[in-house]
């Protein structure tokens, strides 16, 4: 099973909300990550959790938050978001050796309004 | 730094005709390798990797060798279909690196 989970799949957001997005994996990676994704681009890293820590942020600003509550799960807070944030948000896993390949959600369609 | 350079298109494509994406790459070191695709809507599927030179990569019909003289990964597939359209990304990862680096994407369209 090489599958990763991700809800909601869209999600409509005011500047003022707070909202969580959420991944799940069982395929037993110790590694997950969190990319942005605009249209037609490649995906950017944000964060890396490696065995639930962090372990790369990528200078993301604040008002995105990861969290790792245990091994098959990562969630990013979303608080006062700007409406630049709107894009597809994608989660990945990957076996923690470097050189591995990632494997990804379908990804959540945030817009912000 | 490590990088990956590939055509960018948009490429247009009758059905069944033979489909090249040329993926170039800077790296230190021996990098895996990998095309990743993504259809409308939807996230990232890897479809294919080679870990090693002169390794071939191949899945649903589509095919890339690993030439590390000439630092390439061209994805190759005899003859597409209206299902292949999508965005293509080369990607590279190090031992020594813990990010995967994408190229740019090219965009396929599959014409009947």
């Known amino acids: 099973d090489t599958e990763v989970t991700q809800t909601p799949k869209h999600l409509v957001m005011g500047m003022t909300n707070k909202k969580s997005l959420k991944c799940e994996q069982h395929m037993g990676h110790r590694a997950m990550y969190w990319y942005k994704q605009k249209a037609k681009k490649p995906p950017e890293l944000m964060f890396v959790y490696s065995y639930e820590k962090l372990s790369i942020n990528e200078s993301v600003p604040s008002r995105f938050s990861p969290e790792c509550p245990n091994s098959s799960l990562l969630n990013l807070h979303l608080h006062a978001l700007q409406p630049e944030d709107s894009a597809l948000y994608l989660c990945?896993?990957?076996?923690?050796?470097?050189?591995?390949?990632?494997?990804f959600g379908p990804g959540t369609r945030l817009t912000v309004t | 730094g490590n990088s990956v350079t590939q055509m960018e298109g948009p490429v247009t494509l009758s059905e069944e005709a033979f489909l090249t994406i040329n993926c170039t790459y800077t790296?230190?070191?021996?990098?895996?390798l990998f095309w990743y695709v993504q259809y409308p809507g939807e996230g990232l599927q890897l479809l294919l990797k080679a870990t090693k030179a002169d390794d071939k990569g191949s899945n649903k019909g589509f095919e890339a060798t690993y030439r590390k003289e000439t630092t390439s990964f061209h994805l190759e597939k005899g003859s597409v279909q209206v299902s292949d359209s999508a965005v293509y990304f080369c990607a590279l990862s190090t031992r020594s690196y813990d990010k995967v680096i994408f190229g740019p994407g090219t965009s396929l369209s599959v014409i009947p």
């Open positions: 790296a230190t070191g021996y990098p895996s």
């Open positions: 990945a896993s990957s076996q923690l050796f470097r050189g591995r390949e990632q494997y």
